[in-house]
């Protein structure tokens, strides 16, 4: 384990040192998966919560943008390595995570997760089993309290894990499940909300604070206009600053 931090250390240091002198194409590094957070439109291009907000917090810190897409599973690793140089695909901010990256100030509230099931499913977090995307809080949850955990790559996996009976439910972020659950009717939310995290906000390799500070200002200013509160409310993310 240390020598993976050592090596993932050394990694960050060099995709750092690349990006020193100049941020004049700042590669945004998004899932594409997830909406309302973040997904391809019909178009191809990303489109979302997330798209909308990182395009303006690039105006407004000067930044020429573009967008680069990435599985789940490997979106910290690629940032390391220098793939792209920021994450903005609806990560919370966690203490694990802020171990081996560093974040902006959030973007979002706390958001609470949900579970998902067929109807008629009684949620059983000791003995049930609980689906979610492999490497999220919602996970690490489910895992803490004692369920039998499967975990899948895509969010789209997990729904279909409910729907042929791998899994009793899904746990994960309310506003992803919620558009699934008003346009299915044999889909129901169980149990009680749970709120985990910090919060959502932008990924920067730990070398790169300048970055990281251009974008922390320019998301205090939306919060300071207001105009964070306008794409939240747009979006139906959760509850506003």
């Known amino acids: 384990m240390k020598k993976l931090l050592i090596g993932t250390a050394a990694l960050a240091m060099m995709a750092g040192a690349a990006m020193a002198e100049s941020h004049s194409v700042v590669r945004m590094g998004t899932e594409g998966a997830y909406p309302p957070y973040n997904f391809i439109n019909d178009a191809g291009e990303v489109d979302g919560f997330e798209r909308e907000l990182g395009d303006e917090l690039c105006k407004r810190a000067e930044l020429t943008c573009e967008w680069v897409t990435n599985e789940w599973d490997s979106i910290i690793p690629n940032l390391v390595s220098g793939n792209y140089d920021t994450i903005i695909a609806g990560m919370s901010i966690t203490d694990e995570r802020d171990e081996v990256i560093d974040f902006t100030q959030n973007y979002t509230q706390p958001d609470p997760s949900a ?7 009684e949620l059983d977090l000791e003995g049930g089993v609980i689906a979610a995307q492999a490497n999220t809080i919602q996970a690490s949850y489910v895992a803490e309290q004692g369920a039998t955990l499967l975990e899948f790559a895509t969010p789209d996996e997990t729904i279909a894990a409910v729907r042929n009976g791998e899994a009793d439910a899904v746990l994960a972020d309310k506003a992803y499940l919620e558009p699934i659950e008003a346009e299915n009717a044999d889909l129901v939310f169980v149990g009680e909300n749970v709120l985990i995290g910090g919060g959502v906000g932008m990924g920067v390799r730990e070398s790169d604070g300048e970055l990281r500070e251009k974008f922390d200002a320019a998301i205090q200013s939306m ?4 105009t964070l509160n306008e794409l939240i409310a747009k979006w139906e993310i959760g509850e506003q600053f």
């Open 115 to 121: 579970f998902l099931a067929m109807d008629g499913t």
């Open 223 to 226: 919060k300071d206009d207001g």
